[in-house]
């Protein structure tokens, strides 16, 4: 799994992307957009917990990697997910909590990547953040489908 957020300081709302690949499961490109902050690593954590209920009640997945370019996100959910005490995320980390609970059966990794490497699902994830950022601050939020069409295309023929 990759994920990715994107915001700008001059505008309210964040970007969500996330790309679920491999484990026997089909491509799923999904992006979403969060209107109501511009917090870079609450959209961070936000594209995780996303991309992570999405791979909820499949019980052949053993082990999700979650890839992310955001080295505060993985840190701060490493933490989390070991049960060490977080603080500072607000609601998030309450529902980053219950969705531990539903998550148990699989086993979670939280890796950094580093970001614009080259890597295609980075890329991806990246574009998908970017993309429905921007239609949403333009009010073109209608056009994410179009988006994900696109990215899942380009992700097929890569």
């Given at each position: 799994m990759y994920t990715d957020a994107s915001a700008t300081a001059s505008r309210t709302g964040v970007g969500l992307g996330w790309v679920i690949?491999?484990?026997?499961?089909?491509?799923?490109?999904k992006c979403r957009f969060l209107p109501n902050t511009n917090h870079i690593l609450i959209g961070e954590v936000?594209?995780?917990?996303?991309g992570l209920k999405s791979v909820v009640g499949v019980p052949e997945?053993?082990?999700?990697?979650?890839?992310?370019?955001?080295?505060?996100?993985?840190?701060?959910l490493?933490?989390?997910?070991?049960?060490?005490?977080?603080?500072?995320?607000?609601g998030c980390h309450e529902e980053f909590q219950q969705l531990?609970?539903?998550?148990?059966?699989?086993?979670?990794?939280?890796?950094?990547?580093?970001?614009?490497?080259?890597?295609?699902?980075?890329?991806?994830?990246?574009?998908l953040a970017m993309g429905t950022r921007r239609n949403?601050?333009?009010?073109?939020?209608?056009?994410d489908s179009e988006l994900v069409a696109?990215?899942?295309?380009?992700?097929?023929?890569?």
């Amino acid at each position: 799994m990759y994920t990715d957020a994107s915001a700008t300081a001059s505008r309210t709302g964040v970007g969500l992307g996330w790309v679920i690949v491999g484990g026997g499961l089909p491509l799923r490109v999904k992006c979403r957009f969060l209107p109501n902050t511009n917090h870079i690593l609450i959209g961070e954590v936000m594209a995780i917990m996303y991309g992570l209920k999405s791979v909820v009640g499949v019980p052949e997945l053993g082990t999700v990697v979650v890839r992310s370019d955001s080295k505060g996100a993985v840190r701060l959910l490493t933490k989390c997910w070991k049960g060490e005490n977080v603080r500072g995320m607000g609601g998030c980390h309450e529902e980053f909590q219950q969705l531990l609970v539903k998550t148990r059966q699989l086993d979670v990794r939280f890796e950094w990547v580093k970001g614009h490497n080259g890597n295609v699902f980075n890329e991806a994830v990246d574009r998908l953040a970017m993309g429905t950022r921007r239609n949403h601050q333009m009010d073109l939020g209608h056009l994410d489908s179009e988006l994900v069409a696109r990215v899942t295309e380009d992700l097929k023929h890569s």
